[in-house]
């Protein structure tokens, strides 16, 4: 990514969204960009896990809403999955873990803080829906860019 969201927000002050206060990246990769890819999950992280161990990921950021839910959407061994589907990123609107292991992992990881306790029952998520967090809608196949300044969306890819 050679531009910074700030210098996205600048050019483009019409075209971007920007992801609201409280996401830190706690990933390896401090940028990242790709189409997003949605999925709202129940209180268990099942359907992330197959999404990200089972489907091509290369130029894409996957966006997760939990709904704030204080437990951990993602740790060390999704990040692996992650990272060998070839994701870019993933934005949580909950928590994750295993920070001191995903760190050395290279894909961006943004969420609202760490929990050490893993997802619950397993449940239903859904996906490739429009998701709506942090005062941003984010709908699957717009563009996600994000960076240590934030993270922005865009409905096409800056050229």
């Known amino acids: ?42 209180k268990n992280n099942n359907d992330l896990i ?16 939990a709904d704030k ?11 692996k999955f992650a990272y060998d589907s070839g994701y870019a990123g993933i934005v949580v609107n909950g928590y994750i873990r295993d920070t001191k292991q995903i760190k050395a992992i290279p894909v961006a990881l943004y969420a609202l803080g760490t929990c050490s306790r893993k997802s619950i029952p ?15 809608v984010f709908r699957p196949g717009d563009y996600l860019y994000g960076d240590t300044d934030g993270v922005i969306v865009t409905a096409t890819a800056f050229s």
Request: hydrophobic share 40%; with cysteine.
């Open 1 to 42: 990514m050679a531009d910074y969201t700030a210098d996205f927000c600048d050019n483009h002050p019409d075209e971007v969204s920007v992801l609201g206060p409280g996401f830190i990246n706690y990933g390896g990769a401090a940028m990242c960009q790709g189409e997003i890819v949605t999925i709202r999950l129940d």
């Open 50 to 65: 197959t999404l990200l161990r089972d489907e091509n990921g290369a130029g894409k950021v996957v966006v997760v809403d």
């Open 69 to 79: 839910a204080y437990y951990a959407i993602v740790g060390e061994n999704l990040m």
């Open 122 to 136: 397993i449940t239903q998520g859904q996906r490739d829906i429009p998701l709506t967090f942090g005062d941003t």
